[in-house]
Antibody, heavy 120, light 107 residues
Framework: EVQLAQSGGGLVRPGGSLRLSCVGSGFSLRSHNMVWVRQAPGMGLEWVASNWCRGCSEYYADSVRGRFSVSRDDANNSMHLQMEGLRGEDTAVYFC?????????????WGPGALVTVSS | IRMTQSPSSLPTSIGDRVTITCRASDDINSYLAWYHQAPGQAPKLLFIGVSSLQPGVPSRFRAAGHGTDFTLTIDDLHSEDFGTYFCQQYWSQSPITFGQGTRLEVK
């Protein structure tokens, strides 16, 4: 079955760090651009970061640039989001998602989400 | 690029026809996608390229628009269609931006 599994969420104190993981099955992550999208409680969707498979380009939202970084592990068909200097406003469910590819983008496969709570 | 959806919430009933609008602050050509998010679930892709229906999405869903103004219409609303709908532009890749969402709720 083609799916994304996520792990690594939890409760962390302000200023702390956390690493989220996203593991693909049934397809190769290396063939797709991948993104992280988050959703604060009761709020809408906010793009966080993109990792493009060609050229290994990375893009980050202004709100996380310099604190978050995306990496891939092709051997384990996975992607990670390393989050440093966490703030209360980073509290959200974090989704990883796959870009279907082609001339028109669309995130056609999503992980179930991982809740990150930043609180003292 | 800022994406603005209206309405923010819409009381509706099974069998209704529903139309949601999405407006971009700049011309995004046809680089628009639509998603549906059921409560507690991840979003599901409905359309890319404004109106290209994705596999498995029922034909009662249709979408249109170009440039800055876009619409999503659902004919004959089913119970599984409740939840929140988001538009997303990908003309600009950094940042990628979503509309704030339109929540369909039971009237």
């Amino acid at each position: 079955e083609v799916q994304l599994a996520q792990s690594g969420g939890g409760l962390v104190r302000p200023g702390g760090s956390l690493r989220l993981s996203c593991v693909g099955s049934g397809f190769s992550l290396r063939s797709h651009n991948m993104v992280w999208v988050r959703q604060a409680p009761g709020m809408g969707l906010e793009w966080v970061a993109s990792n493009w498979c060609r050229g290994c380009s990375e893009y980050y939202a202004d709100s996380v640039r310099g604190r978050f970084s995306v990496s891939r592990d092709d051997a384990n068909n996975s992607m990670h989001l390393q989050m440093e200097g966490l703030r209360g406003e980073d509290t959200a469910v974090y989704f990883c998602a796959r870009d279907r590819g082609g001339s028109h983008q669309g995130f056609d496969l999503w992980g179930p989400g991982a809740l990150v709570t930043v609180s003292s | 690029i800022r994406m603005t959806q209206s309405p923010s919430s819409l009381p509706t009933s099974i069998g209704d026809r529903v139309t949601i609008t999405c407006r971009a602050s700049d011309d995004i050509n046809s680089y628009l996608a639509w998603y549906h998010q059921a409560p507690g679930q991840a979003p599901k892709l409905l359309f890319i390229g404004v109106s290209s229906l994705q596999p498995g999405v029922p034909s009662r869903f249709r979408a249109a628009g170009h440039g800055t103004d876009f619409t999503l219409t659902i004919d004959d609303l089913h119970s599984e269609d409740f939840g929140t709908y988001f538009c997303q532009q990908y003309w600009s890749q950094s940042p990628i931006t979503f509309g704030q969402g339109t929540r369909l709720e039971v009237k």
